[in-house]
């Protein structure tokens, strides 16, 4: 299948036709329905478009490895514009059309997943992934159908304070984003920066988008910090403090987390404005695309990408965005493949309880070792800096956990 950047960012949510001739078995339907909301239009509509055909990608290699026992699946992905309400809607929907065989969600927020919790009882109950990282998702009791696919954002602060420590650092800025992300680790963090004897000098409160730079700058120039975490961005708002703080020539080492840890928006920042992102360093719970030695699932991807996405983005390079989407998509699967081996029967309660018995799990590329599910999600991650020269970000710790 060839697609030009046009029709592969037109048809995006399209990218989910059922592949494969249904298996007709007794008691089961014929195929299986995973549905799946993502921000093809609004203000994350590049981070939703390129990861929508990420999901086609995972239906085709899903069944060609013979689906769940056997029997097919289907991809259902419709578009929220991230706005958790349509998302809603959307999973209503998607139960009400296919009924028992729907048997997973793919959320695309927060936002999403806090309003949805509320729904996941009795008929109304699936397994549920998201882009999310929401520390308050990580608990079976409150939250029982819902994971993480990696570190809340409470581990990911863990991760990074761990090797500021590691490094000799000991005075911590953290400026984050006025929103439920943005201040999310915050009381975390001040105790696991408490724990390991660092001392936070500056918590600054910006705007997540158009915030006033040279006043945050100011602060933070003021402030005495030898690192800075960013917290509670996607786009826009951590490269401008970090090129402020270039101009005033701040010499801080600064930290990301996962949203602000794409390769794509470091390049383009890059060849807009200049090398300043030069030692710029983050956690990401994953190896990149691009690391895929000894990481066979990664070279199945690249097979499969080169195949069907010829031409596009997504040709020779997959998101840090789709990559988290793939390993949500793994894990589901892999918990929906361990109850039916089983002999149970595909409810969200048997499939929640198969997730939460994932252990030591291979899974083949995303870490560097075999993780386990733990509170719903798997706390594992290691910290790497960017390189405006090759373009690359490359580890500079090992892999971390929680």
Known sequence: MTLNRRTFLATGAAATAAMGTPMILKAQPAEYVLGASLPLTGPFATAGQLVAPAFALAQKMFNDEGGIAGTPIRFVTEDSGYVPQST??????????????????????????????????GENARLMGSTSFASELANPQTNPYQYISGPTYQDQFDILMQNIKAAGGSKIAIIYSNTEFGRDPLEHGRATAERLGLE????????????????????????????????????????????????????????????GMEKLIADRITKEAGPFLAGYQGVMPYRYFYDRENAPRYEQYAALSKAMF?????????????????????????????TAEAGKEL???????SLSGISDWDSGGFFGGPVSMNNNKIGTG?????????????????????
Not at 209 to 227: M, N, W
Not at 310 to 338: F, H, I, V
Request: aromatic share 10%.
């Open 382 to 402: 290691r910290v790497y800096e960017y390189a405006p020269d090759t373009g690359l970000f490359t580890p500079v710790s090992d892999w971390l956990s929680t």
């Open 347 to 353: 409810t969200a309660d048997n499939v929640a309880e």
């Open 200 to 259: 936070i000098v500056l918590e600054e409160a910006t705007k997540p988008q158009g915030a006033d730079i040279p006043t945050h700058v100011t602060k933070l120039a003021q402030s005495g910090a030898e690192h800075c975490i960013l917290q509670g961005y996607v786009t826009g708002v951590w490269p401008q403090l970090i090129g402020g703080a270039r101009q005033f020539g701040l010499p801080i080492q600064f930290h990301g987390t996962f949203w």
């Open 88 to 121: 809603l809607a959307n999973y209503q929907r998607v139960l009400a059309t296919e009924g028992k065989a729907c048997v997973g969600y793919f959320a695309d927020s927060t936002g999403a997943m806090k309003l949805i919790a509320p729904e996941l009882k």
């Open 310 to 338: 010829a031409g596009t983005p997504l040709e020779n390079y997959m998101s840090t965005w789709a990559l988290q989407a793939m390993c949500g998509l793994e894990l589901a699967m892999k918990a929906l493949r361990d």
